[in-house]
C-alpha cells in the first residue's frame, strides 16, 4: 500500500484595476476614515426659478353705497300761528280781554295749522324717524289735555296725533310723531281737535298766538323720496376684498409696482367731490389718501400708478378696510331716490406686483392647493473614463433641494437618466416607488439615496451620461400661513453629488470562475492553496467560496448555513503593495493560504463547478487612511491548486 500526493489546478485569474473599478487613469480615490473608497463625481446643480413678478397680488371688489342710506333728506324748520282769539271762535266760546276769572272750557278746536316744504320735499318714505312738534303758548293762557293732529294735506291722511297734558303761559313743548312705513309730502297741517281751557285767572289778549313748529327729527332714514338734497358730507366705511385668485387669505405685503383704479359711478344730478382713504395701506407712514371730483351722473376715475413700497396690513386675513368721504354740492333740481339707487365704487388692480407677502397661498375658486408642472436643465455626467462597473456597486447620491419659499412644498420630482452606451432610460425610484419629498420652508432638504432604499445601483451601473429632472409640485399643501418674497424660489435648487460608493464588502470584485475538478473518488485527502500576487496599493482581504453546478454556494454539511469557502470562515489578508510618495504600488506583495480539508469538507469539495471570488478592501495604515492612487496596469493575481493523497494497494 503505498500513499501518492497529486497536484490539480482548480483556477488561475489576472484582474487589473481596469477591471476591478473601470479606467480610472490618474484620478485619486478618496479615502475616508471609516474605510470607504469612493470614486467621487460631485458638481453643484442649480436649476432655479424665481418668483419675480410672478408673485402678484389681487384687489378686485365693488363697493355699492345705497343713496337713501348715505343721502340726508332737507331738514326743514317751519312755523304757524292761530291767535287765542281764533281758537276761541273755531271752539265756540268767547273770551274777554283784560284781567279776568274764566271758567273751565272743554273740546277745545283750532282750524288747520299749515306748512308747506314744497321747496325742496314733495315726498319722503319713511323707515325710521319723524316730524317734531315744536308748540309755544303766548296766549296767557293755561291749557290741559291738548291733542294735535299731524295731516298730510296732499294725501289727505292723518300721520299721528300727540297729546299735551299741560301747556302753561310762556312754555315751550316739544313732542315728535313718528312715521315708520308711513310716507309725507310737502304739505303737511296741524289741527287742534280737543282740548281743555281750566278755570283761572288770566290777563287774557286775545290776538296773542298759540304757535307750532314742524322740523324734521335729528335722524329720518328712508327707503324712497323725491327732494332738492342739500350741499352735504357723506362717509361710507366698509372693505373690499384683498383676496383671490390663488391667494386665499393675505395678512400683509409690501408692494413692489403697480396700480390702483378704482370707479365711482354717481347716478344722481349731483355733484360732489370724493376721497379715498386707505387706513392700512402705509409708506414711509403716510396713510393711502387721495381724491377726485365726481361730477352729476357720471363716472369719474381715480388711478393710482405709484405703487412702490407701499405696505397693505389686512382685517381678518381678507379685506382692506376704506373709508370714502364724499362732500355733496347742493342740488339744482329735485332728485328722486329710492332702493334701486346706488353709488358704486369698483376697486381694481393692475400690473400688481409683491416684493413680499404673508398669508395662505390656495387656489380660492377651485378649493385646492396651488400646484405646478416643473422642468429643470438636464444634468450632464461625464462618465467617461468609466469602461464598466462590475462587482457589487453600492453608490450613494444625495440631492439638497434649496427652497426659500415660506411654504412647505410637496414634490414628487422624477430623475430619468439616459445611457448613450446602453441606449437605456432608468428611472430613480424611492423604495420602489416614484420619489416624494416635502420641501421645508425656508430651508434646505436633503434627499439621501442608497443601495437600501432604492435602485440606485442598477440606475449607475448603467454609466448614464445625462438626468432629466422634471415633476409635480404643491404649494403649502396644509393650507397654513406662510410668507413669500420676489426673490423667493418656486422652483427648487438642486445640489447634485453622485459619489460611486464601494464599500469595504464590495469593493473591486465578486467574479465567479467555473472550472471542471479531476476525479477525486480515489482521493483520500486533500490540501486547498490560494497563491495571491497583488500589486494594489490597498489593503486586500479575499476569500474564495465553491457554489455547485447551478451557482449556489456548497453548504458543508447540511444541518450548517456555513459555505465552503477559502479560508474557511473569514477573508484571508494580503497586504497592500509598497507604494511611493504619490500613492502609486512599486512592488508586488506575495501571500499562500493553505487550507486542510476535513472529511465533511472534502465531500463536499466533489460537487463544486465553480467559486465566487470575493474581495474586501481598506487602504489603512494604522488608525489613519491613506490616499492610494490605483493605475490600470495594477494587477491583482490568483491561483488555487489542490493537493490530494492517493492510496495505491489494500493490505491483507
Known amino acids: 500500500m503505498w500513499d501518492i500526493s497529486g497536484t490539480f489546478p482548480l483556477l488561475n485569474a489576472t484582474y487589473t484595476a481596469r477591471s476591478l473599478i473601470g479606467k480610472l487613469n490618474n484620478p485619486p480615490l478618496e479615502i475616508t476614515p471609516s474605510g470607504d473608497i469612493q470614486f467621487v463625481y460631485d458638481t453643484t446643480y442649480r436649476s432655479v426659478f424665481d418668483i419675480?413678478?410672478?408673485?402678484?397680488?389681487?384687489?378686485?371688489?365693488?363697493?355699492?353705497?345705497?343713496?337713501?342710506?348715505?343721502?340726508?333728506?332737507?331738514k326743514?324748520?317751519?312755523?304757524?300761528?292761530?291767535?287765542?282769539?281764533?281758537?276761541?271762535?273755531?271752539?265756540?266760546?268767547?273770551?274777554?280781554?283784560?284781567?279776568?276769572?274764566?271758567?273751565?272750557?272743554?273740546?277745545?278746536?283750532?282750524?288747520?295749522?299749515?306748512?308747506?316744504?314744497?321747496?325742496?320735499?314733495?315726498?319722503?318714505?319713511?323707515?325710521e324717524g319723524g316730524i317734531r312738534?315744536?308748540?309755544?303758548?303766548?296766549?296767557?293762557?293755561?291749557?290741559?289735555?291738548?291733542?294735535?293732529?299731524?295731516?298730510?294735506?296732499?294725501?289727505?291722511?292723518?300721520?299721528?296725533?300727540?297729546?299735551?297734558?299741560?301747556?302753561?303761559?310762556?312754555?315751550?313743548?316739544?313732542?315728535?310723531?313718528?312715521?315708520?312705513?308711513?310716507?309725507?309730502?310737502?304739505?303737511?297741517?296741524?289741527?287742534?281737535?280737543?282740548?281743555?281751557?281750566?278755570?283761572?285767572?288770566?290777563?287774557?289778549?286775545?290776538?296773542?298766538?298759540?304757535?307750532?313748529?314742524?322740523?324734521?327729527?335729528?335722524t329720518i332714514a328712508y327707503r324712497a323720496a323725491e327732494v332738492r338734497y342739500q350741499a352735504q358730507t357723506l362717509i361710507e366705511e366698509g372693505t373690499v376684498r384683498a383676496t383671490g385668485g390663488v391667494v386665499e387669505k393675505l395678512r400683509s405685503g409690501t408692494f413692489r409696482r403697480?396700480?390702483?383704479?378704482?370707479?365711482?359711478?354717481?347716478?344722481?344730478?349731483?355733484?360732489?367731490?370724493?376721497?379715498?382713504?386707505?387706513?392700512?395701506?402705509?409708506?414711509?407712514?403716510?396713510?393711502?389718501?387721495?381724491?377726485?371730483l365726481v361730477p352729476a351722473l357720471q363716472t369719474a376715475t381715480l388711478v393710482f400708478d405709484d405703487f412702490e413700497n407701499w405696505t397693505i396690513n389686512t382685517i381678518g386675513d381678507t379685506a382692506i378696510p376704506y373709508r370714502v368721504i364724499t362732500n355733496v354740492d347742493p342740488a339744482l333740481v329735485f332728485t328722486r331716490v329710492d332702493a334701486n339707487v346706488a353709488f358704486t365704487a369698483i376697486y381694481r388692480t393692475m400690473r400688481i406686483a409683491a416684493a413680499r407677502a404673508e398669508g395662505v397661498i390656495w387656489r380660492v375658486d377651485e378649493n385646492r392647493p396651488l400646484d405646478f408642472n416643473f422642468t429643470l436643465d438636464p444634468l450632464n455626467v461625464d462618465l467617461s473614463l468609466v469602461d464598466t462597473l462590475s462587482g457589487q456597486l453600492f453608490p450613494d447620491v444625495s440631492v439638497d433641494f434649496e427652497s426659500s419659499i415660506g411654504f412647505l412644498i410637496r414634490t414628487e420630482p422624477r430623475f430619468i437618466t439616459y445611457s448613450a452606451r446602453t441606449r437605456d432610460s432608468l428611472e430613480l425610484l424611492q423604495n420602489n416607488?416614484?420619489?416624494?419629498?416635502?420641501?421645508?420652508?425656508?430651508?434646505?432638504?436633503?434627499?439621501?439615496?442608497?443601495?437600501?432604499?432604492?435602485?440606485?445601483?442598477?440606475?449607475?451601473?448603467?454609466?448614464?451620461?445625462?438626468?432629466?429632472?422634471?415633476?409635480?409640485?404643491?404649494?403649502?399643501?396644509?393650507?397654513?400661513?406662510?410668507?413669500?418674497?420676489?426673490?423667493?424660489?418656486?422652483?427648487?435648487?438642486?445640489?447634485?453629488?453622485?459619489?460611486?460608493?464601494?464599500?469595504?464588502?464590495?469593493?473591486g470584485l465578486r467574479d465567479t470562475i467555473t472550472f471542471s475538478l479531476p476525479n477525486l473518488?480515489?482521493?483520500?485527502?486533500?490540501?486547498?492553496?490560494?497563491?495571491?500576487?497583488?500589486?494594489?496599493?490597498?489593503?486586500?482581504?479575499?476569500?474564495?467560496?465553491?457554489?455547485?453546478?447551478?451557482?449556489?454556494?456548497?453548504?458543508?454539511?447540511?444541518?450548517?448555513?456555513?459555505?465552503?469557502?477559502?479560508?474557511r470562515r473569514d477573508f484571508a489578508t494580503i497586504n497592500a503593495a509598497p507604494v511611493n510618495t504619490s500613492g502609486e504600488s512599486t512592488a508586488l506583495t506575495r501571500s499562500t493560504i493553505e487550507l486542510e480539508l476535513n472529511n465533511t469538507e472534502f465531500n463536499a469539495l466533489r460537487r463544486a463547478q465553480g467559486a465566487f471570488i470575493e474581495v474586501q478592501a481598506d487602504t489603512r495604515q494604522g488608525a489613519q487612511a491613506?490616499?492610494?492612487?490605483?493605475?490600470?496596469?495594477?494587477?491583482?493575481?490568483l491561483r488555487a491548486i489542490v493537493q490530494g493523497t492517493y492510496r495505491i494497494g489494500q493490505s491483507d
Open 52 to 74: 419675480g413678478d410672478s408673485l402678484s397680488l389681487t384687489v378686485s371688489d365693488t363697493a355699492r353705497t345705497l343713496a337713501v342710506r348715505r343721502l340726508r333728506i332737507p
Open 76 to 127: 326743514f324748520d317751519v312755523a304757524s300761528s292761530q291767535s287765542l282769539g281764533a281758537i276761541a271762535s273755531e271752539s265756540g266760546i268767547s273770551l274777554p280781554s283784560g284781567n279776568t276769572t274764566l271758567p273751565r272750557f272743554e273740546n277745545l278746536r283750532s282750524a288747520p295749522y299749515n306748512f308747506s316744504l314744497e321747496e325742496n320735499i314733495r315726498f319722503v318714505s319713511v323707515i
Open 133 to 218: 312738534l315744536v308748540i309755544s303758548n303766548n296766549t296767557g293762557v293755561r291749557f290741559e289735555n291738548l291733542r294735535f293732529e299731524l295731516r298730510d294735506s296732499n294725501q289727505d291722511v292723518s300721520l299721528g296725533i300727540t297729546t299735551l297734558s299741560s301747556l302753561n303761559p310762556g312754555q315751550t313743548v316739544r313732542d315728535s310723531v313718528m312715521l315708520p312705513d308711513r310716507i309725507f309730502t310737502g304739505r303737511l297741517s296741524v289741527q287742534l281737535i280737543d282740548g281743555v281751557i281750566p278755570a283761572q285767572s288770566a290777563t287774557l289778549n286775545l290776538s296773542a298766538p298759540l304757535t307750532i313748529r314742524l322740523q324734521s327729527t335729528d
Open 258 to 292: 403697480g396700480s390702483l383704479m378704482i370707479r365711482f359711478i354717481n347716478p344722481l344730478p349731483l355733484t360732489g367731490r370724493t376721497r379715498l382713504i386707505l387706513p392700512t395701506v402705509v409708506r414711509n407712514g403716510q396713510i393711502f389718501d387721495r381724491d377726485t
Open 433 to 507: 416607488r416614484p420619489i416624494t419629498l416635502d420641501l421645508l420652508p425656508n430651508a434646505t432638504t436633503r434627499l439621501q439615496l442608497n443601495a437600501q432604499n432604492s435602485n440606485i445601483s442598477p440606475v449607475f451601473t448603467s454609466l448614464p451620461n445625462s438626468i432629466a429632472v422634471r415633476g409635480y409640485a404643491v404649494v403649502n399643501p396644509n393650507r397654513v400661513f406662510g410668507s413669500i418674497t420676489d426673490t423667493s424660489r418656486i422652483g427648487v435648487s438642486l445640489k447634485f453629488r453622485l459619489p460611486f460608493r464601494f464599500n469595504l464588502a464590495a469593493f
Open 521 to 567: 473518488n480515489d482521493v483520500q485527502s486533500a490540501k486547498l492553496t490560494l497563491q495571491i500576487q497583488s500589486g494594489l496599493p490597498i489593503n486586500t482581504r479575499l476569500r474564495l467560496v465553491f457554489v455547485d453546478a447551478n451557482l449556489r454556494p456548497i453548504l458543508v454539511d447540511g444541518t450548517s448555513l456555513q459555505a465552503l469557502s477559502l479560508p
Open 626 to 637: 491613506v490616499l492610494a492612487r490605483v493605475r490600470a496596469s495594477d494587477v491583482l493575481q
